[in-house]
């Protein structure tokens, strides 16, 4: 027995220092892992540094040349300027070779894909062709889908190099006859890329994101080219472009026992890399290079008339930098120049004008209603603003305002006490003119659930007259389907009816959502726009029928449960 007692013992004694062993190896490979870390984590610290001093030169080599271009022109301060500018340059330099270390030490992106995903319908081997872009880096692949709802792709996975004045673009096309015909096109800032840990990522193709592409994105910032082959661009390989950042050892660090600590330190790489990112990313010094110091250089060609350059410059008169302003100079220089193109026909008009253009500058999206403002409230960039004149297609900025001010005012007629008169001026052209501002097509959606019946017949007439304008109509359909998801159920009623009177069948699948609000008028809402249109409304509303007799016998059975444990 004790013979037998020692064997077993022996046994144990082997498998233990067995397993030990193993552990020792998995130290060693952490303790190696975190020491890249650490090697990784200082050299972005000291690149960002380094690039915090260099920006804070280029800054003050700005306003010293624009403190030379007011001055009076003489000898020595035509010598200043010149070696001021030669300065600069290597400045910009240096900084633009920084931003080439800082892709090295981004890595690499692991994008493997995952499927698409769609609220509609879709055909049995439907062919989709699926084209990721950054930079001058390119993955297609096409794939199916099969009888059994699987998908099939001829390609996986991928790998891009960080490029970090480039955003992902993605491009989904779907076969159709003899040719692809495009499904939807979205721009993904890079910088959401860059995730401690691997994430999945849903990205809306479309506008109204009825089709979503599903990627798992994985950010390895060391070397791992021998695991998946990289992309063929005409650029260094990773190989040659990290062989002069870790040309020297990484020096030796007390070692970590705690794994943990591995994904604390993925972390602060991560925070360091994203914030350096940041600054890249509002420093486009390769832009710098071709391009002078002025604002003007930033505009569009299209967007440069003189009256706008003039605004503009009297906007920043009194700013350290040409490139953004005070909210508040902003608003002032509005209503120096164009307070004659505001046609006020009520006090107060002209400020309501100004402030609602100032909002309609900051904020993301023309139409979607946003809940947070996504930047400063009290600065206004030039880039803000040539968004804007970009997004309205805006030739004359005092044009532009005279249509906000027509607006203001049709508004304020909505929101008073002869707002049945208003809504029966509204066709025609008065119609086209509009731009239309969200909060305009919020009224126009809240009168119809007005308490006095004959102004939500009104309304409804007008809505069901705007259906007939192309451009009226695309936008006012992609914010009502927007506003289905607010929380508020007046909202919800108001655009579900807009809706109806849109004739917006690609918003169906969204309306039909509108049967799991326990408010009953909400359902009788959605139920009568749902069957008012035609036949893809009547299949829609027996999925929702369908749903709701679901819920009703869930909610028997759950009652029929409660009352046997009483």
């Known amino acids: 027995v004790e013979m037998d007692f020692l064997s077993s013992q022996q046994r144990e004694t082997k498998r233990n220092s067995r397993l030990v062993s193993r552990e020792r ?13 650490e090697f990784q984590i200082s050299k972005v610290e000291e690149l960002y540094e380094t690039y915090c001093i260099q920006w804070r030169l280029c800054q003050g080599a700005v306003n010293m040349k624009r403190a030379f271009s007011l001055s009076p022109s003489t000898r020595a301060s035509r010598e200043s300027l010149l070696e001021l500018n030669h300065n600069h340059r290597h400045s910009l330099q240096d900084m633009s070779v920084m931003e080439g270390e800082l892709e090295i030490l981004l890595g690499e992106l692991h994008i493997k894909m995952k499927g698409t995903h769609t609220h509609t319908h879709t055909h049995t081997h439907t062919h989709t062709q699926v084209v990721v872009r950054l930079g001058r880096q390119r993955w297609r692949i096409r794939g ?5 709802d699987t998908q099939c792709w001829d390609e996986e996975e991928i790998v891009f190099l960080p490029h970090i004045h480039h955003n992902f673009e993605i491009k989904v096309t779907e076969a159709k006859g003899l040719g692809w015909q495009m499904v939807g096109m979205v721009t993904c800032a890079s910088a959401d890329f860059f995730v401690a840990r691997p994430q999945l990522m849903l990205v809306d193709i479309t506008e109204l994101g009825t089709i979503k592409l599903q990627l798992e994105v994985t950010w390895n910032p060391f070397d791992n080219t021998e695991k998946m082959r990289p992309l063929s661009v005409s650029r260094q390989s990773v190989s040659s472009r990290k062989s002069s950042v870790y040309s020297w050892t990484a020096p030796n660090t007390p070692s970590f026992t705690e794994k943990y600590f591995i994904v604390k330190l993925n972390y602060s790489l991560q925070v360091y890399t994203l914030l350096l990112l940041r600054v890249f990313v509002h420093v486009p010094v390769l832009c710098w290079l071709r391009l002078s110091f002025s604002s003007s250089s ?14 503009w410059e009297e906007c920043v008169n009194d700013a350290t930098s040409p490139f953004c302003c005070h909210s508040e100079s902003f608003s002032r220089t509005l209503r120096k120049r164009y307070t004659h193109k505001v046609k006020a026909k009520q006090p107060g008009q002209s400020e309501k004008v100004f402030s609602q253009l100032l909002q309609q500058v900051q904020s993301a999206c023309r139409m979607v209603p946003s809940s947070r403002s996504i930047c400063s409230p009290d600065r206004v960039t030039v880039f803000q603003l040539s968004v804007y004149l970009k997004r309205w297609s805006i030739q004359e900025l005092g044009d532009h305002i005279s249509r906000l001010s027509k607006e203001e005012y049709v508004l304020s007629a909505l929101r008073g006490p002869k707002r049945r008169r208003a809504l029966n001026k509204l066709q025609g052209r008065r119609i086209a003119s509009l731009l239309p501002l969200g909060c305009t097509l919020q009224t126009l959606a809240a009168l119809q659930t007005d308490s006095n019946h004959k102004v939500c017949k009104a309304a409804a007439s007008c809505l069901c007259r705007a259906a007939g304008c192309k451009a009226f109509k695309s936008k006012a359909v992609v914010y009502y389907t927007e506003s289905l998801k607010s929380s508020d159920v007046q909202i919800q009623q108001g655009s579900c009816l807009a809706l109806k009177c ?9 309306i039909a959502d509108l049967y799991k609000s326990p408010d009953e008028d909400l359902r009788s809402a959605a139920r009568e726009t749902v069957l008012s249109f035609g036949k893809k409304g009547y299949q829609a509303f027996q999925r929702m029928d369908q749903l709701y ?18």
Request: hydrophobic share 35%.
């Open 25 to 37: 190896k998995n130290l060693c490979v952490h303790e190696r892992y975190i020491r890249r870390l």
């Open 298 to 311: 930033v505009l569009p060609k299209a967007q440069r008339t003189r009256d706008l350059l003039l605004f």
């Open 549 to 566: 007799a679901e819920m009703q016998e869930e909610a028997y059975q759950n009652q029929e449960t409660e009352i046997t444990i009483l």
């Open 144 to 148: 199916r889908i099969e009888s059994d």
């Open 502 to 510: 849109l004739k917006a069948t690609e918003s169906v699948d969204h």
